[in-house]
């Protein structure tokens, strides 16, 4: 699976400059992807002002993305806020180049920056089934949570999109390798760089970690496109010759 990265600064509030900003650089691919993975929230920041920046299904931003992946031929994933039933979800969007959309909401959410109290917890674990893959989706804080995320699917791949602050970098490079070697999965980590609305700097370090803690993409620190091909085959005869899932404990999550 061809699958491309796209690290970028984003407009604090401004969803029409940053889909500007993201179908500029989804322009500029010059190879036939299968996935682009965007940032948490990409359309306006971390923001907690969710009654002003939601938007509905049918809002511009989702129907941007449902735009981009019919034009490409490919998927596109990133969170996005989203209004629905009166309440507000930090809702990461897997966008099928056919245009049909499954997603996932965040399960946990950050209380240091009050996000428990504007938007409602997910109380589901997603998996999406892309050209043979089984994807886990998942953003942000959800790589310190390690149980909920437990490869118990056989999935192949994790990715996290997220606005991960400086100040926390090594915890982010970290936990994405052990969520890596520990579901014998490759993971895809997404993040955001610059200042925010708030001083708090992001410097990326997305990148992209193999079933065996390896990396296959290293931590970037820069505004660009990556592009990074997994192959599915190896993992899977890896997991025959370890086998380590099979050892996993059986256990069940109360949401």
Wanted: aromatic share 12%; hydrophobic share 40%.
């Amino acid at each position: 699976m061809k699958i491309v990265l796209i690290q970028s600064d984003l407009c604090w509030e401004d969803s029409l400059k940053n889909r500007n900003n993201f179908e500029s650089k989804i322009n500029q691919i010059d190879l036939q992807a299968d996935l682009i993975v965007l940032p948490e929230m990409f359309s306006t920041g971390f923001t907690m002002n969710a009654l002003v920046m939601a938007e509905a299904m049918n809002g511009d931003t989702v129907l941007w993305m449902k735009s981009m992946a019919k034009q490409k031929r490919c998927a596109l994933t990133g969170s996005v806020i989203i209004k629905e039933n009166n309440q507000f979800y930090n809702r990461m969007l897997f966008v099928f180049p056919s245009g049909e959309i499954q997603y996932y909401d965040k399960r946990h959410l950050f209380s240091l920056a009050g996000e428990d109290q504007t938007y409602t917890s997910g109380k589901e674990k997603v998996i999406v089934d892309y050209l043979g893959w089984k994807i886990c989706l998942q953003v942000c804080y959800d790589l310190r949570f390690p149980v909920f995320v437990r490869n118990v699917e056989s999935y192949d791949l994790i990715l996290y999109v997220a606005n991960w602050p400086k100040v926390r970098t090594n915890a982010w490079d970290i936990l994405l390798k052990a969520r890596a070697v520990e579901n014998l999965s490759y993971v895809v980590g997404v993040n955001r760089i610059g200042l925010d609305a708030h001083n708090y700097e992001h410097i990326g370090h997305s990148q992209v970690v193999d079933f065996l803690g390896n990396y296959v993409l290293e931590p970037q620190e820069t505004e660009g496109v990556f592009v990074v091909e997994l192959d599915r085959d190896i993992m899977l005869e890896t997991r025959k010759k370890l086998d380590f899932l099979s050892d996993k404990d059986v256990f069940e999550v109360n949401i």
